[in-house]
Nanobody
Framework: QVQLVESGGGLVQPGGTLRLSCAAS????????MYWYRQPPGKERELVAR????????NYANSVKGRFTISRDNAKRTVYLRMNSLKPEDTAVYYC?????????WGQGTQVTVSS
């Protein structure tokens, strides 16, 4: 019963900042890498960021590099995505993701809309 629950999305103006959270349960959170994906309207889902199990290693899509920061708090079983300098093209549903035993698990998603 793996569960991932995203929160923190909303409407923000270009140049603004949001922090997304993903609360995880049902597995040993601290031993797994975590991922953020997003799906813009009418487009395919794309990888945004990855963080290693201990939080020491991170990876980002080129489109968000330098603007977004992924982090995690293993004690709180939560992974975060801080999004700075938001652009309209960042508008998407953002999903938390983990791979367990070669199986993909997804949260329900949280909507981020960047518009003036």
């Amino acid at each position: 019963q793996v569960q991932l629950v995203e929160s923190g999305g909303g409407l923000v103006q270009p140049g603004g900042t949001l922090r997304l959270s993903c609360a995880a349960s049902g597995f040993t959170f601290s031993t797994y890498a975590m991922y953020w994906y997003r799906q813009p309207p009418g487009k395919e889902r794309e990888l945004v960021a990855r963080i290693s199990s201990g939080g020491s290693s991170t990876n980002y899509a080129n489109s968000v590099k330098g603007r977004f920061t992924i982090s995690r708090d293993n004690a709180k079983r939560t992974v975060y995505l801080r999004m700075n300098s938001l652009k309209p093209e960042d508008t998407a549903v953002y999903y938390c993701h983990v791979v367990l035993r070669a199986e993909d698990y997804w949260g329900q998603g949280t909507q981020v809309t960047v518009s003036s």
